[in-house]
């Protein structure tokens, strides 16, 4: 089994920055690939980056936030890092880390493919 725990979330004013973290554990097979998700009352959970746990690059990222979020990791304390820059008031959302033991798609990003998921942390852009 896998188990997330994501932390670093919080209140900030536009165009400041946040670093959120999501400490993982259990089996490596099963966190192929580690993304960050966002959802919002209301709307859909949205696919913001994800990462091959093997190599530690990138994947895909949405266009929103192209230019602004970095997804990285520190493979030896199993922890997944999304910095967050210039954020904006549309970033305000649930931020929730995934994993998935399957490969990470360069195109898209789905929640139907990761089987584990955080409880999520709260960003607010105020």
């Known amino acids: 089994d896998v188990q997330l725990v994501e932390s670093g979330g919080g209140s900030v004013e536009a165009g400041r920055h946040l670093r959120l973290s999501c400490a993982a554990s259990?089996?490596?097979?099963?966190?192929?690939?580690m993304a960050w998700f966002r959802q919002i009352p209301g709307k859909e959970r949205e696919g913001v980056a994800s990462?091959?746990?093997?190599?530690?690059?990138?994947?895909y990222v949405v266009d929103s936030v192209k230019d602004r979020f970095i997804i990285s990791q520190d493979r030896t304390n199993k922890t997944v890092y999304l910095h967050m820059s210039n954020l904006k008031l549309e970033d305000t959302a649930m931020y929730v880390c995934a994993a998935s033991p399957f490969a990470c798609s360069w195109s898209y990003l789905i929640e139907s493919d990761f089987s584990y998921w955080g409880q999520g942390t709260q960003v607010t852009v105020s």
């Open positions: 990462l091959d746990a093997a190599d530690g690059h990138p994947r």
């Open positions: 259990g089996h490596s097979s099963n966190r192929n690939c």
